[in-house]
């Protein structure tokens, strides 16, 4: 009894969740017709920019007759009523937006009474700046200003943001409706996830890569084949740094290579600074070449839709130039200090060729083929669409199925507090892209541009590198692509991409000009001071700014060769 009584219980559920659902498409079948007319449009802002969002409401008289949102290339549809009312009233509005009404015309109004679909004209939305738009650009100031003098973690600063802004559109909006900036949903739509797991996938291959030895061997080979003379070593070390920095994280290259060079020089009687200061401008300079070279690279991968190829092949060149540009630079404002090397003691060289072991060849050969093969899926996964993020989690599944390390040191190998940064950081420079103030600034410069892709290129290539020099480049970058993807759209020649690059060249080589331009520059610069080295903002700026005109300069030449 009680097994019968408990089955017709479960039938009668599943019926009545069955005609939970039912009823309503039954209800909207009894409103409207499979064959009703449809009333469609699209929805731009001033800068001819899809609005995305936007609530479209048909209205007759007092009584809204349907409703309906903008998808993301600002287009709508509304179905209309069988009963055609004798006016009707299309009425948009958008947070942040002004709100605008549409009386469709007498003629359209005869077209859907014989049943036709109608097309209204596209509408333009002007931007509305309310407190929202004070508060979300406070907040973004205050954020850099946060990572840059260094009074919060970059994690936390991003963090703070992030949680100000959902206390201001939560909390504030029930009492005055324009403090509301966006909510939590529309917030994780400026997450760029590609970003988050191509990271994540490379910081595991990293922690491969790194407890092998590889680093360390490479800094001993670099001082035996240059025999000592720190003329060769510096260009070699330069290199060694660039090249992995090409293919690496930069802090991470920085972070192994920083402490075995420290024990060269000392051991060889020269400042540390004049072998270190070159490697992380190297290290700055070649990683641009990739994609996966500088995070920089990594957002504008991801948004510009830039595959690894198109950075090789647009970049490599220019980078070339730079780079030889930067060791000449070097050897000359260091000649002194590597001039009065001494000659490697038997110890030095006993030490190097201890430390300059590889620990884990089995391992460091495994990685090796699945390096080799992530860079062949780099280069030539576009032709599948197989996207970057993709290929660096098949790579750090595939290198942890093969190796069995201890899974739990490999998830503690990730940098979740970049992670989490990168997170915060793109709700943050959403929160000024969704109130307008990107809107205003690419509006701003597009004016100033005009329809010059010259003037363009040069535009972002310099403001970036100069930008770069006060803001971190990571944000500065975020919050540049918007502004740079309209430039792309707006100014003739500017779909070859070109100022995507010119912002990758800018953004990260412009890390050069100063000690906070670049994450790799302050870790460089904490290890300096723990050996006993301090390296101030001063003399980083002293020997960086010269280093940045030379290096940006080269590169933008051959931007300017490439595109023009």
Same mark, same amino acid.
């Given at each position: 009894?009680?097994?019968?009584?408990?089955?017709?219980?479960?039938?009668?559920?599943?019926?009545?969740?069955?005609?939970?659902?039912?009823?309503?498409?039954?209800?909207s079948?009894?409103?409207?017709?499979?064959d009703?007319?449809?009333?469609?449009?699209?929805i731009?802002?001033?800068?001819?920019?899809?609005?995305?969002g936007?609530?479209?409401? /048909?209205?007759?008289?007092?009584?809204?007759?349907?409703e309906?949102?903008?998808?993301?290339?600002g287009?709508?549809?509304l179905p209309?009523?069988?009963?055609?009312?004798?006016?009707?009233?299309l009425h948009?509005?958008?947070?942040h937006?002004?709100?605008?009404?549409?009386?469709?015309?007498?003629?359209?109004?005869?077209?859907?009474?014989?049943?036709?679909?109608i097309v209204?004209?596209?509408?333009?939305?002007?931007?509305?700046?309310?407190p929202?738009?004070?508060?979300?650009?406070?907040?973004?100031i205050?954020? &850099?200003?946060?990572?840059?003098?260094?009074f919060?973690?970059?994690? &936390?600063?991003?963090l703070?943001?992030?949680?100000?802004?959902?206390l201001?559109s939560? &909390?504030?909006?029930?009492?005055?409706?324009?403090?509301?900036?966006?909510?939590?949903?529309?917030?994780?739509?400026?997450?760029?996830?590609?970003?988050?797991?191509?990271i994540?996938?490379?910081?595991?291959?990293?922690?491969?890569?790194?407890?092998?030895?590889?680093?360390?061997?490479?800094?001993?080979f670099?001082?035996?084949?240059?025999?000592?003379r720190?003329?060769?070593?510096?260009p070699?070390?330069m290199?060694?740094?660039?090249?992995?920095?090409?293919?690496?994280?930069?802090?991470?290259?920085?972070l192994?290579?920083?402490?075995?060079?420290?024990?060269?020089a000392?051991?060889?009687?020269?400042?540390?600074?004049?072998?270190?200061?070159?490697?992380?401008m190297?290290?700055?300079?070649?990683?641009?070449?990739?994609?996966?070279?500088?995070p920089?690279?990594i957002?504008?991968?991801s948004y510009?839709?830039?595959?690894f190829?198109?950075?090789?092949?647009? *970049?490599?060149?220019?980078?070339?130039?730079?780079f030889?540009? *930067?060791?000449?630079?070097?050897?000359l404002?260091?000649?002194?200090?590597?001039a009065?090397?001494?000659?490697?003691?038997?110890?030095?060289?006993?030490k190097?060729?201890?430390?300059?072991?590889?620990?884990?060849p089995?391992?460091?050969k495994?990685?090796?083929?699945v390096g080799?093969?992530?860079?062949l899926?780099?280069?030539?996964?576009?032709?599948?669409?197989?996207?970057?993020?993709?290929?660096?989690l098949?790579?750090?599944?595939?290198?942890?199925?093969?190796?069995r390390?201890?899974?739990?040191?490999?998830?503690?190998?990730?940098?979740w507090?970049?992670?989490?940064?990168?997170?915060? &950081?793109?709700?943050?420079?959403?929160?000024?892209?969704?109130?307008?103030?990107?809107?205003?600034?690419?509006?701003?410069?597009?004016? *100033?541009?005009?329809?010059?892709?010259?003037?363009?290129?040069?535009?972002?290539?310099w403001?970036?590198?100069?930008?770069s020099?006060?803001?971190?480049?990571?944000?500065?970058?975020?919050?540049?692509?918007?502004v740079?993807?309209?430039?792309?759209?707006?100014?003739?020649?500017?779909?070859?991409?070109? *100022?995507?690059?010119?912002?990758?060249?800018?953004?990260?080589?412009?890390g050069?000009?100063?000690?906070i331009?670049?994450?790799a520059?302050?870790?460089?610069?904490?290890?300096a001071e723990?050996?006993?080295?301090?390296i101030?903002?001063?003399y980083?700026?002293?020997?960086? /700014?010269?280093?940045?005109?030379?290096?940006?300069g080269?590169a933008?030449i051959?931007?300017?060769i490439r595109?023009?």
């Amino acid at each position: 009894m009680k097994a019968t009584t408990r089955r017709s219980f479960i039938l009668a559920l599943l019926v009545g969740i069955g005609l939970a659902f039912l009823l309503p498409i039954r209800r909207s079948q009894a409103q409207t017709s499979a064959d009703a007319p449809w009333i469609t449009g699209a929805i731009f802002d001033s800068q001819n920019q899809p609005v995305e969002g936007a609530k479209i409401s /048909l209205i007759e008289g007092e009584q809204t007759l349907a409703e309906g949102l903008s998808q993301a290339d600002g287009r709508y549809s509304l179905p209309v009523p069988n009963q055609i009312p004798a006016t009707l009233t299309l009425h948009i509005e958008r947070a942040h937006f002004g709100g605008v009404s549409i009386e469709v015309p007498a003629e359209e109004m005869q077209n859907l009474r014989i049943g036709e679909a109608i097309v209204i004209a596209d509408t333009i939305l002007e931007r509305h700046i309310s407190p929202a738009f004070w508060i979300a650009t406070s907040i973004f100031i205050l954020v &850099l200003a946060l990572i840059a003098t260094g009074f919060l973690h970059n994690t &936390l600063a991003a963090l703070v943001g992030v949680v100000v802004l959902y206390l201001v559109s939560y &909390l504030g909006h029930p009492f005055y409706k324009e403090l509301y900036i966006f909510d939590f949903a529309r917030s994780l739509l400026y997450i760029d996830w590609n970003v988050i797991f191509l990271i994540m996938g490379m910081m595991i291959v990293i922690a491969v890569v790194e407890h092998s030895g590889i680093f360390q061997w490479l800094a001993f080979f670099a001082y035996r084949t240059s025999g000592g003379r720190m003329w060769l070593l510096l260009p070699i070390l330069m290199l060694i740094t660039g090249i992995a920095s090409a293919f690496l994280d930069n802090v991470t290259t920085m972070l192994l290579m920083t402490p075995i060079t420290v024990q060269i020089a000392i051991s060889t009687g020269i400042n540390p600074l004049a072998l270190l200061i070159p490697e992380v401008m190297a290290s700055n300079v070649i990683g641009v070449s990739t994609l996966v070279g500088t995070p920089t690279n990594i957002l504008i991968g991801s948004y510009g839709d830039i595959s690894f190829n198109d950075f090789l092949q647009n *970049l490599t060149p220019g980078v070339l130039m730079a780079f030889v540009g *930067l060791v000449v630079y070097c050897a000359l404002i260091y000649r002194k200090d590597l001039a009065v090397a001494r000659s490697a003691s038997d110890d030095l060289m006993k030490k190097l060729a201890e430390r300059g072991q590889i620990t884990d060849p089995e391992n460091l050969k495994k990685a090796g083929w699945v390096g080799a093969g992530m860079l062949l899926m780099f280069i030539f996964g576009e032709q599948i669409h197989l996207l970057p993020a993709v290929t660096a989690l098949i790579g750090a599944t595939a290198l942890m199925v093969w190796i069995r390390p201890n899974i739990e040191k490999m998830i503690e190998a990730v940098d979740w507090t970049t992670l989490v940064f990168f997170i915060s &950081l793109f709700i943050v420079v959403g929160a000024i892209q969704e109130v307008g103030l990107i809107s205003i600034i690419a509006g701003l410069i597009g004016r *100033l541009v005009g329809s010059s892709l010259m003037l363009a290129m040069l535009s972002v290539t310099w403001i970036g590198a100069i930008l770069s020099m006060v803001i971190a480049n990571i944000p500065f970058t975020a919050a540049m692509l918007p502004v740079v993807g309209f430039l792309t759209a707006t100014v003739p020649g500017a779909e070859s991409k070109a *100022l995507f690059f010119c912002l990758s060249v800018g953004s990260a080589m412009g890390g050069n000009g100063s000690l906070i331009g670049a994450s790799a520059n302050m870790v460089t610069a904490g290890i300096a001071e723990g050996a006993g080295y301090p390296i101030s903002y001063t003399y980083f700026l002293k020997k960086g /700014l010269p280093a940045l005109l030379i290096t940006v300069g080269l590169a933008n030449i051959w931007l300017l060769i490439r595109f023009l």
